[in-house]
């Protein structure tokens, strides 16, 4: 595979993870460009796969839409994301806590299963 058709693979990977985490926290590419300091037509073509990103873009992307970085390029979950679950989970009451644990059990034993 040439490296130009892998970048345009991985440009398209990545811009399916953005947009994907966008429309999951209900957001429009107006709000995440006005969250990420970016223009809408630059959050349009990185969704699109029409564009590379700078990194400090990919960061301000990363933010806004509250994953890491390293998500947005690989699909993988890192320490970081796992982080920023923990910090969504300290919000919580300690019974709703135990709901999310609850369902996190659930899902653990079910996809065990496959």
């Given at each position: 595979m040439?490296?130009?058709?892998f970048s ?12 994907e ?35 400090e873009?990919?960061?301000?992307i990363?933010?806004?839409l ?5 998500y947005?390029l ?6 970081k994301?796992?982080?920023l679950?923990?910090?969504k989970?300290?919000?919580l009451s ?5 709901i999310?644990?609850?369902i ?11």
């Amino acid at each position: 595979m040439k490296d130009t058709d892998f970048s345009s693979i991985c440009l398209s990977e990545i811009g399916e993870r953005i947009s994907e985490r966008r429309k999951k926290l209900g957001m429009t590419q107006e709000a995440l460009a006005e969250t990420a300091d970016l223009t809408t037509q630059f959050v349009s073509y990185a969704e699109s796969g029409k564009r590379a990103m700078r990194p400090e873009n990919l960061l301000k992307i990363s933010v806004a839409l509250g994953v890491s970085a390293d998500y947005l390029l690989t699909g993988d979950i890192v320490d970081k994301d796992l982080l920023l679950i923990s910090e969504k989970l300290r919000k919580l009451s300690p019974s709703q806590l135990r709901i999310i644990e609850s369902i996190a059990d659930e899902c653990t034993e079910l996809f065990g299963k496959q």
